[in-house]
């Protein structure tokens, strides 16, 4: 039986980044490493990126196949740079974005991918959760914006396979942030790195469970 991708309710998602961001200097005091403020760029790039994310679903653009690479990459261009940003202006971060990407392919996207491929028939809470502690530990797949990105993608994959989106609340934003955190820090080249890799993605696989909401999906 063939699993109905899910589409996003961008009005709903709406709601809960602008809480997010209503009370975001609450939630940043209490969390083990300070975050940069939630601002009307910040929310208003996120839906854009939801945006392009609920398209890439619509259109089954399998996310670890060479375009699904390339709209990866975009993705991280719209959690940074927003709708309707000049490639010229941006050119040397846009350049910088992708040498990253692709010198870092063999040895860290690759892995991901050959990962994702292998297990993709399996609980995709778990493949969310592997994908993401990938993305955003240590070397980082992006130059900035991976916890965005990292969770944008996670979503992607539980919406392809039938499951609501993880959205940034204020009620999970701590839980959230806080181990989050530990991740980035965490060098997956390193023998103590790959000693903790299967807790963190244990607990987040058991986080997403918790948290993803059918209340930002369109049934």
Do not use: C
Request: aromatic share 12%; hydrophobic share 35%.
């Amino acid at each position: 039986m063939v699993t109905k991708a899910l589409r996003l309710h961008f009005g709903r998602i709406e709601d809960e980044l602008r809480d997010v961001q209503r009370h975001f200097p609450e939630i940043n005091a209490v969390l083990t490493s300070r975050r940069d403020d939630f601002t009307d760029t910040v929310r208003s790039n996120m839906l854009a990126a939801y945006e392009f994310l609920d398209a890439l679903v619509a259109d089954e653009v399998d996310l670890f196949s060479g375009a699904g690479l390339e709209a990866l990459l975009q993705l991280n261009h719209l959690v940074l740079l927003g709708r309707g940003y000049d490639p010229g202006e941006f050119r040397k971060h846009i350049s910088a974005t992708r040498r990253q990407f692709f010198d870092n392919f063999r040895r860290y996207v690759k892995p991901i991918r050959r990962w994702y491929r292998k297990h993709e028939t399996e609980n995709p809470y778990k493949i969310a959760a592997q994908v993401y502690v990938g993305v955003l530990s240590q070397p980082q797949l992006f130059q900035e914006g991976n916890h965005r990105t990292g969770s944008l993608i996670a979503s992607g994959i539980l919406l392809q396979n039938g499951r609501p989106p993880f959205v940034l609340t204020r009620q999970n934003a701590v839980a959230y942030f806080n181990p989050s955190s530990e991740i980035k820090f965490t060098d997956k080249r390193t023998i103590n790195g790959k000693l903790r890799l299967p807790k963190y993605q244990r607990d987040f696989r058991e986080f997403l469970q918790r948290n993803v909401n059918p209340a930002y999906v369109r049934w």
